[in-house]
């Protein structure tokens, strides 16, 4: 079985999750909202998901970034990006901390599940420190960085109710099939000049 996932503009994206007790979390309901949130980011597939995109208001996300769903990547850009496979991680009541300063924010695109079919570029933190439980309430550390620790921000923030096009640079949205078709296996190189000319197109008219 497979989940609905509620898409933007659903107020419960735009709440904070409640946070679970071990009680809680022991429950069989709760272990199979676990079960069935892996079911239904491997079914899309997506790289994240929390809780709430399936219409569950509690702190749980789930992270997996398979080797397979590389492909779609330049070697060169994974390369930048630090993107390495992440297995299976499900995390309860998840507390997120910048490791890296502020200044070495990363830009890349990124999309959302419930955000279906767009994708812009988004600033991120390039490494974080996440503590909370595993699914049977043990305690547990993640120290990521790289695309990771995008992933870790972005289902963050979903718990706070942030979305992605809350912090994304407004100029680079677009549809997930022009980025599909123009950027999807687009080198480092090129990406900086497409946020630069996005960003301020008057300045790359002066230069030319
Ligand atoms: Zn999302």
């Known amino acids: 079985m497979i989940l609905k996932i509620v ?4 107020a ?3 709440k904070k999750a409640k946070q679970l007790t ?3 979390l022991a429950k069989s309901e709760t272990q199979q909202l676990i079960d069935l949130m892996i079911a239904t980011l491997r079914d899309r597939p997506g790289v994240g998901l929390a809780a709430p995109q399936v219409g569950e208001s509690f702190q ?3 992270i997996e970034d398979k080797a397979d769903y590389h492909e779609k990547v330049s070697e060169e850009m ?3 990006q630090s993107r390495k496979p992440v ?3 499900v995390i309860v009541n998840p507390v997120l901390t910048i490791v890296s300063p502020a200044d070495k924010s990363e830009l890349y695109f990124e999309g959302c599940l419930s955000v279906d079919g767009y994708a812009a570029v988004v600033p991120r933190a390039r490494a974080v420190k996440v503590t909370g439980w595993d699914r049977h309430g043990k305690p547990l550390t993640v120290t990521a960085d790289g695309w990771f620790a995008r992933i870790l921000q972005h289902e963050v923030n979903h718990l706070n109710g942030d979305l992605y096009i809350d912090t994304m640079i407004s100029r680079t949205f ?3 099939k022009q980025y599909s078709k123009e950027w999807a296996k687009t080198s480092p190189d090129k990406l900086v000049e497409f946020i630069t000319k996005a960003v301020s197109p008057d300045s790359m008219e002066q230069t030319k």
């Open 7 to 10: 898409q933007a503009g659903d």
């Open 12 to 14: 419960i994206l735009r």
């Open 22 to 24: 071990r009680t809680q």
């Open 174 to 176: 677009m549809t997930e």
């Open 78 to 80: 994974l390369a930048a």
């Open 60 to 62: 749980i996300i789930i």
């Open 87 to 89: 297995a299976l991680k």
